[in-house]
T-cell receptor, first 111, second 112 residues
Framework: QQKVQQSPESLIVPEGGMASLNCTSS?????YFWWYRQHSGKSPKMLM?????GEKEEGRFTVHLNKASLHTSLHIRDSQPSDSALYLC???????????FGKGTHLHVLP | GPKVLQIPSHQIIDMGQMVTLNCDPV?????FYWYKQILGQQMEFLVN????????KSKLFKDQFSVERPDGSYFTLKIQPTALEDSAVYFC??????????FGPGTRLTVL
């Protein structure tokens, strides 16, 4: 079973719309979550990290974390075609010094 | 932002040969990682390295794999011998504190 589950697998939103991506860890040892964006053929670039309960906002991007349920979500408002990419959620297993990635959500923003 | 470099960008080798992938991490970073990504698929953790030693490795990190930072600069991943299933893009990443990882552009390895 995947330790970091992301949903949906694929998401299509119109330009200017809101994209909402979800990520849940089944590993209670997880401490940090990260969201990365990976454009096709490129390396992942970190968008935001979160380790405290609540919400964090940077520009058009907002991340929520519920540590009790180990669920994080990424919301992109006013989505742009350039936001089209693979969004990866990663969790830090603090007991094991390793980072586990989910399979990702493919976001397509239609102009 | 900080840049991680990887050399080469693409390597084609015959099955059974040895290959060394090189990573030039950000100079003051302490944590180093290797990941494997088959085209369009999941990013898979391979190994991480801190203070001169391997801290954790995944099941994908086979006995044929080894990592080292021989002169305190380049961080290398060596595969000997290579197998067909080793074909993938290998990303290295470095981090000052485990919170923020900076990824290199990747090395596309093709094993024939």
């Amino acid at each position: 079973q995947q330790k970091v589950q992301q949903s949906p697998e694929s998401l299509i939103v119109p330009e200017g719309g809101m994209a909402s991506l979800n990520c849940t860890s089944s590993d209670r040892n997880v401490d940090y979550f990260w969201w990365y964006r990976q454009h096709s053929g490129k390396s992942p670039k970190m968008l935001m990290s979160i380790f405290s309960n609540g919400e964090k906002e940077e520009g058009r991007f907002t991340v929520h974390l519920n540590k009790a349920s180990l669920h994080t979500s990424l919301h992109i408002r006013d989505s742009q075609p350039s936001d089209s990419a693979l969004y990866l959620c990663a969790a830090d297993d603090t007991n094991a010094y390793k980072v586990i990635f989910g399979k990702g959500t493919h976001l397509h923003v239609l102009p | 932002g900080p840049k991680v470099l990887q050399i080469p960008s693409h390597q084609i080798i015959d099955m059974g040969q040895m290959v060394t992938l090189n990573c030039d991490p950000v100079s003051n970073h302490l944590y180093f990682y290797w990941y494997k990504q088959i085209l369009g698929q999941q990013m898979e953790f391979l190994v991480n390295f801190y203070n001169g030693k391997v801290m954790e490795k995944s099941k994908l990190f086979k006995d044929q794999f080894s990592v080292e930072r021989p002169d305190g600069s380049y961080f290398t991943l060596k595969i000997q011998p290579t197998a067909l299933e080793d074909s993938a893009v290998y990303f290295c990443a470095s981090s000052p504190d485990r919170v923020e990882q900076y990824f290199g552009p990747g090395t596309r390895l093709t094993v024939l």
